[in-house]
């Protein structure tokens, strides 16, 4: 189910271009999948998303229940695909994984892109737009929320972090900066929510290091630092 989106985002990038002579890169530009604006598209999204993850732990406590509602949760396909071979605890860690890798590119993919260029054909506005992909990004959480019986601040946690990440891709024009604030507030929520293990501090500081590596390379990729 995830991976529809991102291979939707493909199929707009390449109908965005309406000469047909635009390469792939510039396809995906329109949409914002690009590598382009990495040096700012990423610091800014992991402080968006650790302010969004900041705000939330003041309307709402993190605990196992509430990550269960707000992320979503690999740990039984973990489970499953390494029973007997990785031990338990490193459930939490490829669950982390899965939010970069796969939820947060996912839904961003959807409901800041998809979702936006769908509404902004039918009302012809991009502020109306992005406020409905917000609340149509809501609406796809009220399932779990209505069968896990999640409180009104729920609901109220999500909307703030689809303001920021909407609000890092119109600044940025680049859907990396939403995707790792979203994946961001995804992992803190878990790993605020669990007790980890030394592997799981392994695993974030791995991830870490890849950001500040594509962060350096965009630097250098702008010009404004050279070696």
């Known amino acids: 189910v995830f991976g529809i989106p991102l291979a939707f985002i493909f199929t707009l990038g390449a109908s965005a271009d309406k000469t047909g002579k635009g390469s792939v890169d510039e396809d995906l530009e329109a949409v914002g999948w690009s590598d382009k604006g ?6 800014l ?16 406590r993190y605990t196992p229940e509430t990550a269960s509602m ?36 996912a839904e961003e993919a959807l409901a800041r892109v998809l979702a936006v ?19 149509f990004w809501l609406f ?5 929320f209505l069968a896990q019986g999640a409180s009104q601040n ?18 940025t024009h680049n859907l990396m900066s939403s995707i790792v604030a979203h994946s961001t507030f995804n992992s803190g929520v878990l790993l605020s ?13 791995i991830i870490a290091a890849i950001l500040i590596y594509a962060w350096i390379s965009g630097l250098l990729k702008s010009g404004k630092v050279k070696l």
């Open 70 to 105: 707000l992320v979503p949760d690999f740990t039984g396909i973990a489970a499953l695909t390494t029973a007997s071979v990785v031990p338990a605890q490193w459930a939490l860690s490829a669950n982390i994984i899965s939010q970069f890798m796969v939820v947060a590119p």
């Open 38 to 43: 990495m040096e700012l598209a990423i610091p």
């Open 154 to 171: 729920m609901y109220v946690v999500l909307l703030l972090l689809a303001f920021v990440t909407t609000v890092l891709y119109l600044f």
């Open 140 to 144: 796809l959480h009220i399932t779990t």
């Open 193 to 205: 929510s669990s007790n980890f293990d030394s592997g799981t501090m392994y695993v974030v500081l």
């Open 45 to 60: 999204g992991i402080i968006g998303g650790m302010l969004a993850l900041f705000l939330g732990s003041i309307i709402t």
């Open 117 to 135: 260029f769908a509404f902004l054909k039918i009302f012809k506005n991009i502020i109306i737009a992005f406020i409905l992909a917000a609340f």
